[in-house]
Nanobody
Framework: QVQLVESGGGSVPSGGSLNLSCTTS????????MAWFRQVPGKEREGVAI???????KYADSVKGRFTISRDNARSTLYLQMNSLRPEDTAMYYC??????????????????WGQGTQVTVSS
């Protein structure tokens, strides 16, 4: 059974940093696209960043230059380093995979497997 478990969320002041982790198991992590999404209650889930099997990355315009997605295939773990956090970054953050080489962060429904989420709260 595919498992994804996020950690590293918390409450920080504006300008602060957090490093999210997503530990995974029961699938060949190195082969597939991995993604970070976020969601605020009442709003659509939003793609934040993706990384494919050859380490190519893509970011939402709102986080470019502030967030960095990375992966450690030996540890089957996905990361999201978040710097210069803003109040508008407040959301539940999820890691996800579709067990696919296709890497698209515009359509969250293409991802079949999700973690439980980790809350990030940025105060002004």
């Amino acid at each position: 059974q595919v498992q994804l478990v996020e950690s590293g969320g918390g409450s920080v002041p504006s300008g602060g940093s957090l490093n999210l982790s997503c530990t995974t198991s029961n699938f060949r992590f190195a082969l597939y696209c991995m993604a970070w999404f976020r969601q605020v209650p009442g709003k659509e889930r939003e793609g934040v960043a993706i990384i494919n099997d050859v380490y190519a990355t893509k970011y939402a315009d709102s986080v470019k230059g502030r967030f960095t997605i990375s992966r450690d295939n030996a540890r089957s773990t996905l990361y999201l380093q978040m710097n210069s956090l803003r109040p508008e970054d407040t959301a539940m953050y999820y890691c996800a995979t579709g067990l696919s080489l296709t890497c698209n962060m515009d359509v969250w429904r293409e991802y079949n497997y999700w973690g439980q989420g980790t809350q990030v709260t940025v105060s002004s």
